[in-house]
């Protein structure tokens, strides 16, 4: 069974920036496309950021492009997402997720295209 365990959120200012991990359990990253969502309080849970497999190929929501980087170190089965000049209304919980098929050139963007889920992590920015 996959886990993946976020780790990095916190409370921080508007401007500030903070770097999430994503940490598999096992050797279970590489040869998958992985992603971040995000969940505010009373809304949707939300396309962040992904990158496929050999992280030459990344995707973003446009509320995030040129703030925040996804990468990825399979080595250490382990994705990162750094943000940057972060704004109150990135405040919201950050899930990343493994995706369903493996090899994928374009990683997706939809939730029913990744089937393993990290329990989230608490980002508050503060204006």
């Known amino acids: 069974q996959v886990q993946l365990v976020e780790s990095g959120g916190g409370l921080v200012q508007a401007g500030d920036s903070l770097r999430l991990s994503c940490a598999a359990s096992?050797?279970?990253?590489?040869?998958?496309?992985m992603a971040w969502f995000r969940q505010a309080p009373g809304k949707e849970r939300e396309f962040v950021a992904a990158s496929n497999s050999g992280g030459g190929n990344s995707r973003y929501a446009d509320s995030v492009k040129g703030r925040f980087t996804i990468s990825r170190d399979n080595a250490k089965n382990t994705v990162y997402l750094q943000m940057n000049s972060l704004k109150p209304e990135d405040s919201a919980d950050y899930y990343c997720?493994?995706?369903?098929?493996?090899?994928?050139?374009?990683?997706?963007?939809?939730?029913?295209?990744?089937?393993?889920w990290g329990q989230g992590t608490q980002v508050t920015v503060s204006s």
């Open positions: 096992e050797r279970t990253l590489s040869g998958y496309a």
């Open positions: 997720a493994r995706s369903i098929r493996p090899f994928t050139v374009v990683p997706g963007m939809r939730m029913s295209e990744y089937n393993y």
